[in-house]
Structure formats: structure tokens, C-alpha cells
Antibody
């Protein structure tokens, strides 16, 4: 059974760089898009971007200047890097798999990892 | 960005009764290939969102047939034929026609 697990530091200081990891177990990462989505009380669900196993990416313009998605196919891991974090980046961050050959349709979600930006 | 607007924002339903949630997009989600790039998700309390419906009307794997999606273009509806207690949570619509993918603000379903 394919599972997705996010992991991260939990607490990050303002202006620092946030790194989150999404690990896929029990299945392939090819043929799918892998999205990062965050949820904060003030802004609801916000799509951050997606990446394919090839490394092809697509970012939300609202975050594009600060976010980088990358993939390590050997580990079946995806990484989100977010620079210059501030309080507005406090959220639960989810990693999710887009259904094969279908745009959107995020059919497998991780449990999410909570990030608090605070000094 | 495409703006997604849901209504109502909350509803309370008696088990066994039907429920309906609407979502309207600021632009048509109908692609030239004939598909509407539109999803419905349910986020149960304390859980991650789960996919219910994609391409406007196709139930995701394992989703009970009491859930149905309809609509095209800019207006979409999620219907639950007979609400069960396990259906409580927040329902979100999402468009995937163009990036950035965008979500509705959510509709909270409570069980009477």
C-alpha cells in the first residue's frame, strides 16, 4: 500500500529557510505529479506547487520567488525549500499525489506536518 | 487566479437526509478535451483531505455511491443522497484547469 509521509522541523525562526521532506513508501513515484499544499487558519488550503519524478516543476506565483521543489528518485523523496519564512508561513504542510494522467485529482495525501514560524 | 466560491459555508443535516453543496468558479473549468478539471475533497476532523470526486463527476476509488458530482463550466454541485454520521467534516472544491490550483473556502457539514 502506497503511503506518503511528510517530515520537518516543526519550529522555524522568521527569515530562516524551511526544509520539508515527503517520503513515498510502498509504490512508485513515476507517472504522477506530487503536490505540496498548506493549510493555515487564515487562508484555508493553498496549493504551493507540484513536481514530477523527472524534476519538472510548477509553482504558485504567490510563492515562486521563495519556494523550490526537488526530488531524490533513489530515496523516493521530495523536498520543499521555502526561504525567508515569516508568520504567514505558519501552517500544516501536506504532500499529495496527483492521480496518473489526470490534472489535479490529489488521491493520496500525507498526514501533514505542522510548521510554526516564531522567534 | 481562478476564484472558487462555495455555498453554503455550513449546513446541518439529519442522518438519512440528502445534502447539496455548490461551488462556482470565476472562469470556466471546461477544457477543450471535454473534461472539467474540478475536484471535491472531504476533510474529516483531525484528518488530511481525501479525494471524493475528480473531473467533475467521477467518484474516486472507495468513495460510496451516495456521493455524486455534477456540473460543467463554472457551476458544480456535490450531492450526498443520504447523509451518514461519518460524512461530517469540511468539503472543499478545487480547480485544476490552470495553475495555481485553487480551492474553495470550504463547507462545514454537521450532523444533527
Amino acid at each position: 500500500q502506497v503511503q506518503v509521509q511528510e517530515s520537518g522541523p516543526g519550529l522555524v525562526k522568521p527569515s530562516e529557510t524551511l526544509y520539508l521532506t515527503c517520503t513515498v513508501t510502498g509504490g512508485s513515484i513515476s507517472s504522477y505529479s506530487w503536490s505540496w499544499i498548506r493549510q493555515s487558519p487564515g487562508k484555508g488550503l493553498e496549493w504551493i506547487g507540484y513536481i514530477y519524478y523527472t524534476g519538472t516543476t510548477n509553482y504558485n506565483p504567490s510563492l515562486k520567488s521563495r519556494v523550490t521543489l526537488s526530488v531524490d528518485t533513489s530515496k523516493r523523496q521530495f523536498t520543499l525549500k521555502l526561504t525567508s519564512v515569516n508568520a504567514a508561513d505558519t501552517a500544516v504542510y501536506y504532500c499529495g499525489r496527483g492521480a496518473s494522467m489526470v490534472r489535479g485529482a490529489i488521491d493520496l495525501w500525507g498526514q501533514g506536518t505542522r510548521v510554526i514560524v516564531s522567534s | 487566479d481562478i476564484v472558487m466560491t462555495q455555498s453554503p459555508l455550513s449546513l446541518a443535516v439529519t442522518p438519512g437526509e440528502p445534502a447539496s453543496i455548490s461551488c462556482r468558479s470565476s472562469q470556466s473549468l471546461l477544457h477543450s478535451n471535454g473534461y472539467n478539471y474540478f475536484d471535491w475533497y472531504l476533510q474529516k476532523p483531525g484528518q488530511s483531505p481525501q479525494l471524493l470526486i475528480y473531473l467533475g463527476s467521477i467518484r474516486a476509488s472507495g468513495v460510496p455511491d451516495r456521493f455524486s458530482g455534477s456540473g460543467s463550466g463554472t457551476d458544480f454541485t456535490l450531492e450526498i443522497s443520504r447523509v451518514e454520521a461519518e460524512d461530517l467534516g469540511v468539503y472543499y472544491c478545487m480547480q485544476a484547469l490552470q495553475t495555481p490550483f485553487t480551492f474553495g473556502q470550504g463547507t462545514r457539514l454537521e450532523i444533527k
